[in-house]
């Protein structure tokens, strides 16, 4: 049994943890875990009320996952592998496993700044978000989000209509695109970037699922910058994260947004020690600096 079909099973059991799984295939042989995976009940790796016929369905189960992903070119990245992102291996609650469907070599691009902030934006903060990935690509810096209709799918547009290079975070497995109304945009990101997720196909999105998938987005950064949040958004979880991984987060004052009404997390970010940036051309010199010898001029934002 390969590595990954071995994770895969493992964690379709429901009862076995991330991390309880990556310890069974680090300190177990594969050719001892090949002998059966009842000998991990026996080890007392397994819970005992996992069943013989628990463990075949979930062998079942990875077999057809790994089986339409190969019919899809999906890759399966397991956290052993040398093509895992490096960024992820640094941070406390790293997945086991990733599904890609593109090309994930543009992921290991620095900076990779991710561009977070709400489905429903204010006019102004839309437009940041869109110059923004324009003028990321510019730096040839990755642009990561997680696909969401809002601040999220105009970072990604910004950065394709630039050429650039963008991978969106999925909270849920690669045959489900969420929000729908970005299929086509998903399939533009996926053409030249790449969409990730650490779900098998099948997996459909839940609320938990966003949150955990929110760590992944800070996780592959080394910048988070937050365009526009009220206090209850999901760009808050990852700008959490980012703390807890040693991110550097970047929020955009309210006043550069005309004043929006919907920047209460903006507020409450800075106020807890967030870096303030006050327009498109702050941020980009900020990051820039980050980056030794690179030059050029940032376009106007209207």
């Not at 069943?51 to 990875?62: K, P």
Request: charged share 20%; hydrophobic share 40%; net charge neutral.
């Amino acid at each position: 049994m390969e590595r990954s079909h071995l994770l895969m099973t493992l964690l379709g059991l429901g009862r076995i943890g991330r991390r309880k799984a990556e310890f069974i295939c680090t300190h177990n042989s594969l050719a001892i875990i090949e002998a059966g995976l009842g000998a991990l009940t026996a080890k007392g790796l397994l819970p005992k009320s996992v069943t013989q016929t628990a463990i075949e369905q979930a062998v079942r189960s990875a077999a057809a996952s790994i089986s339409l992903c190969h019919e899809h070119g999906w890759q399966i990245v397991n956290k052993l592998d040398p093509g895992f992102p490096c960024r992820l291996q640094q941070i406390s609650d790293p997945p086991v496993l990733l599904y890609c469907h593109g090309d994930t070599a543009g992921l290991s691009a620095f900076p990779s700044v991710a561009v977070i902030g709400t489905r429903a934006p204010s006019p102004a903060a839309e437009a940041t978000a869109y110059f923004l990935g324009r003028q990321l690509a510019k730096l040839r810096a990755a642009v990561v989000s997680g696909l969401a209709l809002g601040c999220d799918a105009a970072a990604h547009r910004g950065c394709l209509e630039q050429g650039g290079y963008t991978a969106a975070v999925l909270p849920s497995g690669l045959d489900t695109i969420y929000p729908p109304q970005n299929q086509e945009l998903a399939a533009r990101i996926a053409a030249t970037g790449c969409l990730l997720s650490e779900y098998p196909p099948g997996i459909r999105p839940a609320r938990y699922r966003f949150v955990e998938r929110d760590r992944l987005q800070s996780g592959l950064s080394d910048v988070v910058i937050v365009v526009e949040s009220d206090i209850q958004g999901g760009a808050m979880h990852t700008a959490r994260f980012a703390k807890r991984q040693g991110r550097r987060v970047l929020v955009f004052s309210p006043t550069s947004l005309n004043d929006s009404q919907q920047a209460s997390g903006n507020q409450k970010l800075l106020a807890t020690g967030a870096e303030a940036v006050t327009s498109v051309e702050e941020a980009i010199e900020m990051i820039r600096a980050m980056q030794p010898g690179q030059s050029g001029e940032i376009g106007t934002l209207f």
